[in-house]
C-alpha cells in the first residue's frame, strides 16, 4: 500500500454525536476479511475479559483489563509497541498504559497531555475516528517525545467512543514504516465498540465490586 500523507489541520467533524467510519478503499472481498478477523479478534478478547473478572478483585480488574487488552491487540497487530489510556469529560487522564513502561505519575500525565494536545492521539480524539501513520517522518501528527525509548515509523491510533463521549485512546506503532494498512485499520474499525463494552465493564466493576454491589 502506498503511504499516504494526511493533512493534519483538517476541520473536525461537526456533529459529536457519532463515530466517523475509517475511510477504506479496500474491496469487497478485502473488507470481508476484515470483518471475519474482528469476529475472531473480539471473541479472543471477550475469552480473555471473562477469565480475568472471574479471578481479579475490584481495584485490579480495570487495569488488568488494559494490560491484557493491549497486548492482544498489539499481538494480533504484530505492533512493536502499544500504549493506552483512559479520560473523562475533562480530558483528565484516569488510567493508562504507556509503550516506555512504568513512570511517575508526573511523567505519565504529562505525555498523555503532550500527545493529546499535539500528536496522532489529539488528532483521533478530536475527529472521533481511526487515524493511521503510515511514516511518521513524513507525517506531523507524530510527536517524537524526550527520551523516547523506542521506534515509531508507523502508528494507529484507534478512539474508545462510550455513547457521545471518547473515553480512551489505543495507540499502536511500529518501527518499520507502512506497517498498518487498511484492512487493520478495518478491523480494528468494526472491533471498537466491542473493546470500549469491555473496558466500560471493567471501570463498572472497579468502581462497584469493592462495594459489593454487583
Known sequence: MNPKK????????????????????LEDRSLIIAAQNAIQLQTNLLKSSI?????????????TTLKYT?????????AGEGSI??????????EGILARGPVTRDLKDSVISKVLDDGLAGW????????IIYDSMTDDRW???PDQPYITRSALAVPLIYGIEVIGIITLMHPQPNHFDEEIAMTMQ?????????????????????????
Open 143 to 145: 510527536v517524537q517525545l
Open 124 to 131: 483521533t480524539l478530536r475527529h472521533r475516528q481511526i487515524g
Open 85 to 94: 489510556f483512559l479520560i473523562d469529560e475533562d480530558r483528565a487522564i484516569v
Open 51 to 63: 477469565a480475568y473478572v472471574q479471578s481479579v478483585n475490584g481495584g485490579l480488574i480495570l487495569k
Open 190 to 214: 468494526y472491533s471498537m465498540e466491542s473493546i470500549t463494552a469491555i473496558i466500560v465493564n471493567a471501570q463498572l466493576h472497579a468502581k462497584y465490586r469493592p462495594l459489593d454491589l454487583v
Open 70 to 78: 493491549l497486548e492482544i491487540l498489539t499481538q494480533y497487530t504484530d
Open 6 to 25: 494526511i493533512n493534519s489541520q483538517e476541520t473536525p467533524i461537526n456533529s459529536s454525536l457519532n463515530v466517523v467510519n475509517f475511510q477504506s478503499s
